[in-house]
């Protein structure tokens, strides 16, 4: 993989053998090699796969390289990665565990998309976030997304913002009436 990333990958450079010496040997390809300029990308590049690896049940080796030697002369590391999260099946246990009519939480990631489009969000861009168990996002009453994040040194979730459609806030009935909700949950 090495001999065939360098003799596809233009002008060998000292850069580029350090770039190919600190990059996993799974992912060494021409379209690697063209889009990481430095050691430390491809350091950060490998531990990403072995985050999105650890996050999607489906993307093993074979997926992941199969995909960096189908990218198109404008694709992106970081689109392609992204396209993994999407995907995403093992996500952090969500604060709240039972949803029902009024409180339901987003536990899939098809939840999250969803939940990006109907509410005119930017919830799609910080799936990464979610994968990491930064934030957890549960819709209350079809009216407002709710978002939970993590307290330090695992000591639970709090209520962080009640976002309303378009990044805007909710109105102060159903901020209220979502804050009342989740004091009953803890």
Not at 96 to 111: K, S
Not at 113 to 133: P, T
């Amino acid at each position: 993989r090495s001999v065939d990333a360098l003799s596809h990958s233009g002008r060998i450079t000292v850069r580029k053998l350090e770039v190919l010496a600190a990059i996993d040997p799974r992912w060494r390809h021409k379209h690697t090699l063209a889009r990481i300029d430095t050691p430390g990308e491809a350091m950060r590049f490998n531990a990403a796969v072995e985050f999105v690896q650890g996050a999607c049940s489906r993307v093993d080796d074979e997926v992941v390289a199969e995909a960096i030697a189908a990218m198109g002369p404008s694709s992106t590391l970081p689109r392609l990665l992204d396209r993994f999260v999407r995907r995403a099946d093992r996500l952090p246990e969500h604060p709240i565990q039972i949803g029902d009519d009024e409180l339901r939480p987003f536990i899939t990631m098809r939840d999250y998309i969803d939940g990006a489009r109907r509410y005119r969000n930017c919830l799609a861009s910080k799936l990464d976030q979610v994968v990491a168990g930064r934030f957890a996002i549960a819709e209350f009453q079809g009216q407002a997304l709710l978002e939970f994040r993590q307290l330090t040194a695992g000591a639970g979730w709090m209520l962080w913002l009640v976002h309303g459609p378009r990044n805007g806030p909710a109105s102060v009935r159903v901020s209220q009436e979502a804050e009342a909700k989740c004091d009953l949950l803890s």
